[in-house]
């Protein structure tokens, strides 16, 4: 009896774990889209299976093209909005 008390309570505490890292990676994203420095770029082009390093990489090159002066340092985050 007390064999299957554990393993309950092992599921349990599994679920629970699950639950919080699903929590905290919702206040995370909820966290990186209040950030009143968010600057949304419309027309990059969408290349099939990109990495956000590609993205940011796409980001640079269109403020040298646009000749916006924005150094570097200064994009900490980049990545795509939408479905895949």
């Given amino acids: 009896m ?4 554990i393993k309950v309570l092992q599921s349990s505490v599994a ?6 890292e ?4 919702k206040i995370d994203e ?10 949304r770029i419309d027309g990059l082009e ?6 956000n390093d590609m993205v940011l990489t796409n980001v640079q090159n269109y403020f040298v ?11 900490d985050r980049v990545h795509r ?4």
Avoid at 2 to 5: F, G, L, N
Avoid at 15 to 20: A, C, E, Q, R, V
Wanted: hydrophobic share 35%.
């Fill in 2 to 5: 007390q064999d299957s008390t």
């Fill in 65 to 75: 093209e646009a000749e916006v002066k924005i150094p570097e340092v200064a994009v």
């Fill in 46 to 51: 969408l290349v099939p299976n990109e990495s």
């Fill in 30 to 39: 909820l966290e990186a889209y209040s950030r009143r420095q968010c600057l």
């Fill in 15 to 20: 679920g629970l774990k699950t639950s919080n």
């Fill in 22 to 25: 699903s929590i905290l990676g």
């Fill in 81 to 84: 909005i939408g479905p895949k």
